[in-house]
């Protein structure tokens, strides 16, 4: 350790600084206090490794469905002492929330812990099913695909569909049953969301049993963090921001929704319009209410864009009536379209 190390400088240190990195990492993930390594620059610089991290978000982001149970969570994927089921789902609720808002939380970690996961999926869950040949190598090759993520599903409606890739899969023989199908599951892989599932076939899909990640606590959802909903409202913030939004709570009520409220009160007033439009054209969940919808607008809003307009052809007021048309209230129409220099009798 050269004398330019800042562990090096003798100064007074506590009992839990002085031991061995080695040693407050295991403490670390014995205990879960995510906010330890804000205590000290020494425990800061003994618990920022990308190791801990990746294994802190498959504790606490890994889907918590049926098919997880056997034989998923294994040492090499995660090692003691972390024990994912023996997490309540309060305290996982606590965990994503106070993890997502951490600064080492980036969308690039999350997209390399989703792109294991998947992989992890695979290896454990498909092993006994037979793919074709070409099939096979497509499951080999999926590095592209997660490169690529532009023409993925994002479920921008609040709904997920059925997969983006798709491959049949047979059982092995002893496994089959006396049908005539071609083939015995369908493997589905979403890759902005790093699902998987393993389905019969069947011409009604059913969102059961998904492996994903990351994925929140459905009775009790983690906290969207504030990094993703401020300036600079970066591509790189939107698409993290896409990739919580229909899983992790905006707001805590639905009806009062005072954190959305200031946001938009706040994009109007900077005349921010290509953030106020994102926002308008993606669905969220509140913590209270389980099924996502348009991010909310209120009666002030209108009257916001009125004051701050821009004169005819207000970006905000078009952006409004083209995303919001059929939920605008028929006062309110009438002033943005004015503002847009429509004319439009709405008894008609």
């Known amino acids: 350790m050269g004398p330019s190390d800042p562990l090096a400088v003798h100064t007074r240190t506590s009992r839990l600084e002085s031991l ?9 993930l014995h205990s879960l206090e995510v906010n330890l390594p804000r205590a000290s620059p020494r425990l800061a610089r003994a618990l920022s490794n990308p190791v801990l991290y990746t294994w802190l978000i498959r504790l606490v982001f890994s889907s918590t469905n049926p098919g997880s149970r ?12 972390l024990d994912f089921w023996a997490l309540e789902w309060e305290q996982r609720q606590k965990l994503q929330s106070t993890i997502l808002a951490c ?3 980036t969308l690039p970690l999350m997209r390399r812990c989703q792109r294991e996961y998947v992989d992890h999926a695979i290896r454990r869950k498909c092993a006994d099913l037979v793919f074709s040949e070409a099939d096979r190598r497509i499951l080999d090759s999926l590095d592209t695909r997660f490169e690529d993520l532009e023409s993925c599903d994002k479920a921008v409606d609040g709904r997920r569909g059925k997969g983006d890739l798709v491959l049949p899969a047979q059982l092995p023989d002893g496994e089959r049953s006396s049908s005539s199908r071609s083939f015995d599951r369908k493997v589905a892989i979403w890759f902005h969301f790093g699902a998987v599932q393993i389905r019969e076939p069947n011409e009604v899909y059913y969102e059961n049993d998904l492996f994903r990640l990351p994925c929140s606590v459905a009775i009790g959802p983690g906290r969207i963090p504030d990094k993703v909903l401020q ?8 698409e993290f921001l896409q990739l919580l939004s229909s899983d992790f709570y ?11 409220v200031e946001i938009t009160t706040r994009l109007i007033r900077k005349h921010r319009i290509e953030p106020f439009r994102r926002l308008s054209r993606m669905s969220f969940r509140a913590a209270n209410c389980r099924v996502p919808s348009s991010w909310p607008l209120q009666a002030s809003h209108y009257h916001l864009i009125r004051r701050y307009a821009g004169g005819p052809g207000d970006p905000f007021a078009n952006c409004i009536l083209n995303e919001r048309w059929d939920v605008i209230p ?9 503002l847009t220099g429509t004319t439009c009798h709405l008894s008609d």
Do not use: N, Y
């Open 330 to 338: 028929p006062s309110a129409k009438e002033d943005l379209l004015r």
């Open 20 to 28: 061995p990195v080695e040693i407050i990492q295991l403490i670390f």
């Open 231 to 238: 300036e600079p409202w970066s591509d790189a913030q939107f």
């Open 103 to 105: 600064r080492w939380c």
């Open 70 to 81: 056997e034989g998923f969570f294994t040492p090499d994927f995660l090692p003691p002492p």
């Open 250 to 260: 905006l707001d805590e009520d639905e009806h009062s929704a005072e954190r959305s």
